[in-house]
């Protein structure tokens, strides 16, 4: 079967806007990616800068917090 002239215009409109749809798909996937990664480095570049005692007292006030909460000793018991 022979297509026309308009008729090749056509199957080519639509895969122009099927290769336009695919790229904005990607667009929108690697820029969400990106988000992410981007949080993973703000906090990894955080602890970097962070003392190790400075850590040691946050998780020992954590913890602190933790034994002293009247919900987790009525668990508990």
């Given at each position: 079967?022979?297509?026309?002239?308009?008729?090749?215009?056509?199957?080519?409109?639509?895969?122009?806007?099927?290769?336009?749809?695919?790229?904005?798909?990607?667009?929108?996937?690697?820029?969400?990616?990106?988000?992410?990664?981007?949080?993973?480095l703000?906090?990894?570049?955080?602890?970097?800068?962070?003392?190790?005692?400075?850590?040691?007292?946050?998780?020992?006030?954590?913890?602190?917090l933790?034994?002293?909460?009247?919900?987790?000793?009525?668990?508990?018991?």
């Amino acid at each position: 079967m022979k297509l026309s002239y308009s008729g090749h215009k056509c199957i080519e409109a639509i895969q122009i806007q099927r290769m336009e749809a695919i790229s904005f798909l990607a667009a929108g996937l690697s820029h969400d990616i990106n988000n992410l990664l981007m949080g993973v480095l703000h906090y990894t570049y955080a602890i970097e800068r962070m003392n190790f005692n400075m850590i040691y007292r946050m998780l020992d006030i954590l913890i602190k917090l933790k034994f002293n909460d009247s919900r987790w000793k009525q668990n508990k018991t």
